[in-house]
C-alpha cells in the first residue's frame, strides 16, 4: 500500500488521476503488450468471447454478458476486478471514494475546502471497487441509486438538504465496477432508474437537485431474451450498453475437461477417464432432443457430477477401510439421480428422465472407452469369464479384492489397460479394470448383472 496520507503528498509523488475506463483500457494493454493472460481461470472463451471482452473496455464501453445458465459470464466479469489499479486514493471518511483530486459530493467539496493541502487520503484496493448485485424482483431504485434516510432527517437536517441522501449501490461503486446479475429480473421500472446513469453518467434521488458525476463502469449478466419468461431488458436501457457479448458452452472436449478439473472441488483421487465420461455425458445432455436446450445443461452438472463421484469413492474408502479413495465406473451410478434435477426436460418425456440420462451415461463411457482402450485385445479377459464364476464389484466391494479376483490367464491383458490408463495404485488398477469390463458389456461381449446387495457381476 502506498504510503501518502495528505493529498500535498500525493501530489508531490507524480500521482496523476484516470478515470475507470482509462485505467481499466491501459491495465489491458499492457498485459496484451508484455504477454500476460488478463483472463486467469476462464477457458474456452480464448477464440470467440475474449476478443470482443477486450475491444469493448478499450473502446470504454459498458457491457452486458448474454448466455444460457452456468456458461461462466459472472466469472469472468469478476475477473475485470484485475484490470484495476491496485490501490487507489480516496478522501478519508466519505461514502463514494471520491478522488482527492476531484470531490462530487457537498460534504466532500466542502472538507476539501476546509482543509486544502491538509486534505487526508486512504487507500482502497481493488477488490473493494468492485460491487455485485443479483436483480430480485423486490429489488428498488434506491437500492440501486438511492433515497432519503430518515435517521438523517431525525438528527435534525432538513428534508430537501442533499446530505439527507442514503446512496445506493451505483454511486458507492463511483470509480469501479458494478456487476447487476440477471438484469432481466430487474422490474422495467427499477431498470428506468438506471437510464441517467448509463446515459449522462450521474444520478437523480427522488425530487433533489443533487447530480452527481459519476465514474463507474456498469455492466451486467443476462439469459438470451428469448429463452426466459421472466422478463426482459427494456430497450432504452439496452440501447444504453456500448457492447452485448455472447458467451457459450465449451465448444471443445479438451476444455469442458479443463473446466472440470479447474472448479470442481474434489474429496478423493477421481481417474482422467471418469472426468472425461463426465465431460462427455454433459455434452451429449446438451444435444439430446429430450432435453430443453434453451435452458442449458450448465458446467455445474459436470462440476457436481465429480464432485459426487469423488464422495461416493471416499463414502466407499471408509466403509470398506481402504487407504486410498479412488473413484471406478460403479461410482457413475450415483451420479445420475443427483444430477436429474439440474436438466429440464421437454413436455412429454414426464417418466423417461433416468432412462435418457441413463443412455446417455452409456454412450459417454462407450466413447471413452474407444478412445482409450481401443485396439486393446481383451479377447484372454472375455475368454477367462466364460471359463470361470465372473468378476464381481460394486460400492461394497474393496479395490484390491477386485483385482485378486481377476483370474491368472487374464492377467497380462490387465496389465496391458493399467499401462495405457496409467494407473499404478490398487484403486487406479481397479478403476481401470471396471472401465474395460464396462466397454466389454457396452460392446456386448460379457454380461453384468446386480444383484440386491448392490453387487455387479461381469461374466
Not at 444520478?203 to 443533487?210: A, E, H
Not at 478439473?261 to 454433459?282: G, K, N, W, Y
Amino acid at each position: 500500500m502506498p504510503t501518502e496520507k495528505t493529498v500535498a503528498q500525493l501530489r508531490a509523488s507524480g500521482h496523476v488521476q484516470r478515470d475507470v475506463r482509462d485505467e481499466i483500457r491501459n491495465n489491458l494493454l499492457t498485459k496484451l503488450r508484455d504477454g500476460d493472460d488478463p483472463w486467469p481461470g476462464i477457458v474456452g472463451f480464448e477464440d470467440t468471447v475474449l476478443p470482443q471482452v477486450e475491444r469493448a473496455l478499450i473502446a470504454g464501453h459498458d457491457l452486458v454478458m448474454l448466455g444460457e445458465r452456468g456458461q461462466g459470464k459472472t466469472r469472468l466479469l469478476r475477473t475485470m476486478v484485475g484490470l484495476l489499479d491496485e490501490w487507489t486514493p480516496v478522501i478519508a471518511g466519505t461514502e463514494l471514494n471520491e478522488h482527492p483530486y476531484e470531490p462530487i459530493t457537498p460534504a466532500a467539496k466542502r472538507l476539501a475546502a476546509e482543509l486544502g493541502d491538509d486534505l487526508p487520503i486512504e487507500w482502497r484496493h481493488r477488490d473493494e471497487r468492485y460491487s455485485e448485485k443479483l436483480a430480485t424482483p423486490d429489488t428498488s431504485v434506491g437500492d440501486l441509486v438511492g433515497d432519503v434516510d430518515p435517521m438523517k432527517v431525525a438528527e435534525g437536517r432538513s428534508l430537501g438538504d442533499p446530505e439527507t441522501i442514503h446512496f445506493g449501490l451505483i454511486p458507492r461503486g463511483h470509480r469501479g465496477i458494478v456487476v447487476i446479475n440477471e438484469l432481466p429480473d430487474l422490474a422495467e421500472r427499477i431498470q428506468v432508474g438506471m437510464l441517467n446513469v448509463m446515459e449522462e453518467r450521474d444520478i437523480q434521488v427522488r425530487g433533489y437537485t443533487l447530480r452527481l458525476p459519476l465514474d463507474v463502469m456498469l455492466m451486467a449478466s443476462a439469459n438470451p431474451e428469448d429463452y426466459t419468461n421472466r422478463g426482459r431488458i427494456i430497450t432504452p436501457l439496452k440501447d444504453r450498453f456500448g457492447a452485448e457479448v455472447r458467451t457459450h458452452y465449451p465448444l471443445e472436449l479438451d476444455d469442458e475437461i479443463e473446466v472440470i478439473e479447474q472448479e470442481a472441488d474434489l474429496t478423493a483421487s477421481v481417474p482422467a477417464h471418469l472426468i472425461e465420461i463426465l465431460a462427455r455425458f454433459t455434452r451429449y445432455t446438451r444435444d439430446h432432443p429430450s432435453i430443453d436446450q434453451r435452458s442449458g445443461v450448465s458446467a455445474r452438472f459436470a462440476i457436481a457430477g465429480a464432485e459426487t463421484v469423488a464422495a461416493a469413492a471416499l463414502h466407499r474408502a471408509t466403509v470398506l477401510g481402504e487407504e486410498l479413495a479412488v473413484a471406478r465406473v460403479v461410482d457413475l451410478q450415483s451420479v445420475i439421480e443427483v444430477l436429474r434435477g439440474k436438466v429440464e426436460f421437454e413436455s412429454g418425456e414426464e417418466g423417461r428422465e433416468l432412462e435418457i440420462l441413463e443412455h446417455l451415461l452409456r454412450k459417454a463411457t462407450a466413447d471413452a472407452v474407444r478412445a482409450h482402450l481401443g485396439g486393446a485385445d481383451l479377447t484372454s479377459l472375455v475368454t477367462a469369464l466364460e471359463g470361470g464364476e465372473g468378476i464381481v464389484t460394486g460400492d461394497r466391494v474393496r479395490a484390491e479384492d477386485l483385482v485378486k479376483s481377476i483370474p491368472p490367464q487374464a492377467a497380462g491383458v490387465v496389465d496391458e489397460i493399467a499401462g495405457r490408463l496409467e494407473a499404478e495404485s490398487a484403486g487406479e488398477r481397479a478403476a481401470a479394470l471396471e472401465l474395460a469390463l464396462e466397454g466389454l458389456f457396452l460392446a456386448r461381449k460379457i454380461s453384468k448383472e446386480a444383484d440386491e446387495a448392490g453387487q455387479t457381476v461381469y461374466g
